[in-house]
């Protein structure tokens, strides 16, 4: 068959269902919204029963293979969902995955949900054949030159108008972060107006436009370092208690460390997340920051976190903004302060 822009997936599954649907990417809210079209599409055909694995180390493809070669003691269509959040296709997955393309049903319906898939991967043989059997649909990541673009196809698909003025500055606002644009998006609606003008978005907005404890530790995870200093002065502006910022950066380094030392003992991503409790829509950014922070950096920094404690509740002497910065610019990535004067520091 063919591939499928994620815009053009909604308008094919209105003609009929593919055997084996493949959505990859890293862009969590279009792929997300991908599979809700196809989990959508699959239950108004009359796929009743859904299956949902996860693809992790100790993942037995061959059972999952029997179970598409089955039907069910009901006669029900199946609906299966694999979610390979590490990206890997060994020689066994690609041996299912082929095979079932090669004798697929209409009793059956295989979704595959990747991360990205480069060119090598796309020029092996089991991703040839679920785009001979089904399709494929590619997430890309909507950048800087595309995003005003995509907000606008968003408003009009919400039945609104803004001007070029208008969406300008719900780039500003949003920065790039595709679940916020659509929260702004539903916020919009509810001014029953269809024609946004850069007054009425930049009103709009406004509220949302001020900082976050949450969007401070979004971009000190996403390493956006500056964007995370910028976040933490507006809430030092907003007279904001320094213990709750570090209640929030304390539960992210405290998961954060869990994971890599889950990875580190041989355990998959996804299981160390899932036993740390990050929600699906976090993963590709928790994914992140795991893989660029060391073990170390991370026992380091929950020192660090016990250091400001004691400093915001006055038992260390210290200025505790001072130390909530070097936190975050830590956890962005930037090293504030060598190993040694660090530990002293602690000491």
């Known amino acids: 068959m063919a591939k499928l822009r994620p815009e053009n997936l909604a308008q094919q599954l209105k003609q009929g269902l593919a055997p084996v649907y493949l959505v990859s990417g890293d862009e969590s809210l279009i792929v997300q919204e991908a599979c809700d079209h196809i989990r959508h599409a699959a239950k108004k055909m009359g796929f009743g029963e859904r299956e949902l694995y996860h693809s992790e180390a100790n993942f037995d493809w061959h059972h999952l293979q029997q179970n598409l070669n ?4 009901f006669s029900e269509k199946t609906f299966t969902e694999v979610r390979v959040g590490n990206g890997k296709i060994d020689d066994t997955a690609a041996s299912v995955i082929s095979e079932y393309c090669a004798h697929a049903n209409e009793d059956t319906l295989l979704l595959l949900v990747l991360p990205k898939i480069d060119k090598r991967k796309q020029n092996q043989s089991w991703y040839k054949a679920v785009e001979q059997c089904g399709h494929t649909i590619t997430v890309w990541p909507v950048g800087p030159e595309q995003l005003p673009r995509w907000l606008d196809q968003r408003l009009k698909h919400a039945g609104l108008q803004a ?3 208008a969406i300008d500055i719900l780039c500003t606002k949003i920065e790039g972060n595709l679940l916020a644009a659509v929260q702004e998006i539903e916020k919009l609606k509810l001014l029953d107006k269809k024609v946004i003008d850069a007054e009425t978005m930049a009103n709009a907005v406004m509220d949302s436009a001020r900082y976050s404890v949450f969007n401070l530790v979004d971009r000190a995870l996403a390493g956006d370092s500056r964007a995370a200093v910028r976040s933490l002065h507006g809430l030092q502006g907003e007279g904001l208690a320094p213990l709750t910022i570090l209640w ?3 539960r992210e380094v405290k998961s954060l460390l869990a994971i890599r030392e889950a990875m580190t003992n041989g355990e998959s991503f ?3 997340a899932r036993k740390a409790g990050v ?3 976090r993963k590709a950014l928790i994914r992140g920051a795991a893989n660029r922070l060391k073990l170390a950096h991370l026992q380091m920094l929950l020192r660090n976190i016990a250091l400001t404690d004691r400093t915001i509740k006055g038992m260390s002497a210290g200025d ?3 130390l909530l910065l070097d936190i975050v610019l830590n956890l962005a990535g930037v090293h504030t302060i060598d190993t040694k ?7």
């Open 248 to 250: 929030a950066l304390t």
């Open 70 to 73: 089955s039907l069910s003691l």
């Open 270 to 272: 996804e299981l160390a």
């Open 163 to 165: 001007d070029s003025a």
């Open 320 to 322: 505790e903004w001072n």
């Open 279 to 281: 929600w699906e829509n």
């Open 341 to 347: 004067t660090q530990k002293l520091q602690l000491a």
